[in-house]
C-alpha cells in the first residue's frame, strides 16, 4: 500500500461514525461498504490529499485510484472518482479501456456508477466522440451496472445539446430492459436532453410511452413544460 493511500484511508477512519455509515447504508437497495463519512467531509479530504500527491501524472493518479477501487468502500471510490476527473486535460481515448474496466470490475452501486460516469467517463466521450461506440457496447452488456454507465455517462453532454442521436440510439437499446437501476438511468439521460430538446424528446417518449416502463417515462419528461407532461402520461 502506497503511503498517499495509507495516510488517506488513516483520515477517513479517524472521522467515520457508526450513525452515519447507518444512514448512508439506507440509500441502497445493494450490501454496500462505508467508512461512514458524511460527503462534506470526504470531498474536503480528497482536495487535500490530492494536493499532497507529488507525481500528479496521470498514470500514477490512474495507479492510485485502481488501488482506491480495489477497496469496495463507498468513500474511497468517490475519490478515485474524483482524483480521476482532475487529470482530465491529459485524457486520451485509450482511457476508455481503462474506466470500462473500473465500471466492469469494481462498480456495484449507483453512486459509485453515477460518480464516475457524470463526470469522468463524460469527460472523456465529450473530448473524443468516437468513444460512443463503446457505450453503445456497454448498453448491451449483461451487467447491470454498465448499461447503467451507458447512459448515465451521456447526462452532462445532455444537457449541453450534444449527442442527441446517440442517446436515442442509446435509449434503443435500454428501451425493455427490466431493471430498475437501467431504467431510471436511461430516463435520466432524457431528461437532461429535454433541456435542450424539449420537442424532440417528447416525440421520442411519446412515440415510445406504450413499452416504455413508466420509471422511465416519468424520469424523461421531468423538465418538459406542462402541457407535455401532460400529454406524455396520457394512455
Known amino acids: 500500500m502506497s503511503t498517499i493511500i495509507e495516510n488517506l484511508r488513516s483520515e477517513l477512519i479517524s472521522v467515520s461514525d457508526e450513525k452515519t455509515r447507518l444512514s448512508g447504508e439506507r440509500f441502497f437497495k445493494e450490501e454496500i461498504r462505508l467508512y461512514g463519512v458524511k460527503s462534506a467531509v470526504v470531498k474536503n479530504i480528497c482536495k487535500a490529499h490530492f494536493t499532497r500527491i507529488p507525481d500528479k501524472s496521470k498514470q500514477n493518479i490512474f495507479a492510485l485510484c485502481e488501488e482506491l477501487w480495489g477497496s469496495g468502500i463507498l468513500e474511497e471510490c468517490g475519490i478515485a472518482c474524483e482524483w480521476s476527473y482532475m487529470v482530465r486535460k491529459e485524457f486520451e481515448p485509450s482511457d476508455f479501456k481503462i474506466f470500462e474496466k473500473w465500471v466492469g470490475n469494481y462498480v456495484n452501486n449507483w453512486a459509485a456508477c453515477d460518480s464516475l460516469c457524470n ?41 449541453r445539446g450534444k449527442f442527441l442521436e446517440d442517446i436515442f440510439e442509446i435509449s434503443n437499446i435500454l428501451l425493455y430492459d427490466g431493471d430498475d437501476m437501467v431504467q431510471k438511468g436511461y430516463g435520466w439521460m432524457l431528461k437532461a436532453a429535454s433541456q435542450a430538446y424539449p420537442d424532440q424528446v417528447f416525440n421520442y417518449v411519446f412515440e415510445k410511452k406504450a413499452t416504455m416502463p413508466r420509471t422511465s417515462l416519468r424520469y424523461a419528461i421531468e423538465k418538459l413544460p406542462s402541457e407535455m407532461k401532460k400529454r406524455a402520461m396520457e394512455k
Open 119 to 159: 463526470h469522468t467517463v463524460g469527460a472523456l466521450v465529450e473530448m473524443y466522440p468516437s468513444c460512443l461506440d463503446g457505450l453503445k457496447k456497454w448498453a448491451q452488456s449483461p451487467n447491470r451496472w454498465m448499461k447503467r454507465a451507458s447512459a448515465v455517462s451521456l447526462i452532462i453532454p445532455a444537457r
